[in-house]
């Protein structure tokens, strides 16, 4: 089934050309470009969650009565300043943005009533997967943790971080993880994000290898303390938080 996005105020002015000035844009070009999430995060007023969320079932249900064919994840962050939840969106492509969701003019009365007046605001970031490094997104994740990364040297972070994947891939099997790039942002956005995927919070007692033990395992000591000094100089800032999935907030069209 074609996958749409659900938000089209975005103007997607990116040409070619604007992305080509970005480095980490054309460090990705050489590389399979994967498919493109949008993820709008939204603050909720205190005091206001319990009508925000009849908002949002309120949209999700007007959504399927006019037909709405994209879908979406809901999450809420356990940490941090406020009531945070974020939508995930994935689109195939950027023609995805190009075209019309009469299911969401339908139901922009919905938006503006039920969820606007409970909201402080809303942010969107648009990121890119980066299929080399990552795995198939795990069907029954309910929670996830989303470590961010700002970075001055991208092609070594990534250098570095597709051999540390490699190395956790050799050590642990199949590695439930997804890299991506952020496209645009401030100054205060992340360059770089990678999501680790959890069916449950007693997943996160289990022992594992961690990623610098895994690459010693494979490389040696010198290798791995060569590598961890690379990642610390190309990272100038990093910080991470926890969702969880909302079922309730999520929506997937009926199966055809």
């Not at 360059?191 to 069916?199: G, I, K, L």
């Not at 590598?227 to 990272?235: G, M, S, Y």
């Amino acid at each position: 089934m074609k996958k749409y996005s659900s938000n089209r105020c975005l103007s997607v002015i990116l040409t070619s050309t604007v992305l080509a000035l970005s480095p980490v844009s054309s460090l990705l070009a050489q590389e399979e470009a994967g498919p493109i999430m949008t993820v709008y995060e939204v603050q909720v007023k205190h005091g206001h969650e319990s009508k925000w969320r009849e908002g949002v079932k309120a949209w999700n249900k007007c959504y399927a009565d006019n037909g709405g064919k994209a879908s979406w994840n809901g999450w809420s962050r356990m940490q941090g300043k406020g009531n945070v939840f974020a939508f995930a969106v994935m689109s195939d492509n950027w023609a995805d943005f190009g075209e019309r969701d009469p299911a969401s003019r339908a139901c922009r009365e919905v938006f503006e009533t039920q969820l606007t007046p409970h909201e402080y605001g809303e942010k969107t970031m648009l990121a890119q997967l980066m299929p080399g490094i990552s795995s198939e997104f795990t069907p029954d994740t309910k929670l996830v943790g989303v470590y961010n990364f700002s970075v001055d040297d991208a092609r070594t972070f990534v250098k570095v971080v597709t051999e540390v994947t490699k190395s956790m891939q050799k050590a642990e099997g199949t590695v439930p993880v997804q890299w991506y790039s952020t496209i645009g942002g401030g100054v205060n956005d992340s360059d770089f994000f990678v999501v680790s995927n959890h069916a449950s919070f007693a997943s996160l007692d289990k022992d594992s290898t961690g990623p610098w033990e895994a690459v010693e395992q494979e490389h040696g000591k010198e290798t791995a303390e060569k590598w961890r000094a690379e990642f610390a100089d190309a990272v100038n800032n990093q910080w991470d938080y926890m969702y969880v999935r909302e079922d309730d907030l999520s929506y997937a069209p009926a199966a055809e």
